[in-house]
């Protein structure tokens, strides 16, 4: 189970405030999808990538809350309710 959860993150590092995505990816994953990481806080991640950089992230939250999703040097806040699910196209 160590390598998938160092796969996991690669893919999204999470703290109490902020879900980092793609912090650390293979130059030889340049384009991608992943479904159903999960981050601290009880959120679900669903992305893709192409050229190294998040085209769009689906957030689930399971038990409701906030945080701050950052993919490089872009930041979007995220509020919301216990099974609330939103989609953001960067």
């Not at 390598?3 to 590092?13: K, P």
């Not at 689906?58 to 806040?77: A, H, V």
């Amino acid at each position: 189970f160590g390598g998938a959860a160092a796969v996991a993150e690669m893919l999204v590092q999470s703290d109490e405030n902020e879900i980092r995505l793609l912090p650390a990816l293979p130059d030889a994953w340049e384009s991608g999808s992943v479904k159903g990481i999960c981050a601290r806080g009880g959120f679900e991640i669903d992305m893709e990538w192409n050229n190294k950089t998040v085209n769009k992230v689906i957030i689930f939250s399971k038990n409701g809350g906030k945080s701050i999703l950052i993919s490089g040097n872009k930041k979007q806040d995220v509020i919301l309710k216990k099974g609330q699910k939103i989609e953001i196209v960067w």
